[in-house]
């Protein structure tokens, strides 16, 4: 059975690439545009982890964290931002609410499997 994953970005283009490089890694995908929208639909899914930008309209990635990281059977769950930010400020800041990883985009899609693989195995 493969891993199930959100990625949570209000780029479609980046959504998009995503999708492309962790389904052909057997990884099994799920897509919401901000952090509000992640919440509605994670309310009725049991996923492996979660890929998250940071800045978003209506609840940015760090938000969403600290929302997740308070909620029971989502508190553990491995979760990347994957952001345009680089400052260590911001990067504390997601250290802080919960992130378990960190990529910069522009990314490549080698580079963000193997950080994947590292946290969570596809099966």
């Known amino acids: 059975m493969s891993k199930r994953v959100m990625t949570v970005d209000d780029s479609a283009t980046v959504r998009q690439v995503l999708r492309m490089a962790l389904e052909g890694a057997d990884y099994e995908v799920y897509e919401a545009e ?9 309310s009725g899914l049991d996923i492996d982890f979660l890929i998250t930008d940071l800045n978003m309209p209506k609840m940015d990635g760090i938000a969403l964290i600290r929302e ?3 909620t029971p059977g989502k508190r553990f769950m491995p979760i990347i931002m994957l952001t345009s930010e680089s400052q260590p400020e911001k990067k504390r800041e997601g250290k802080e609410a919960g992130a378990s990883g960190w990529i910069v985009k522009p990314f490549k899609p080698a580079q963000l499997l193997a950080v994947v693989r590292m946290i969570c195995p596809a099966s």
């Open 34 to 42: 901000d952090g509000e929208d992640a919440l509605q639909k994670l």
């Open 68 to 70: 997740l990281r308070q």
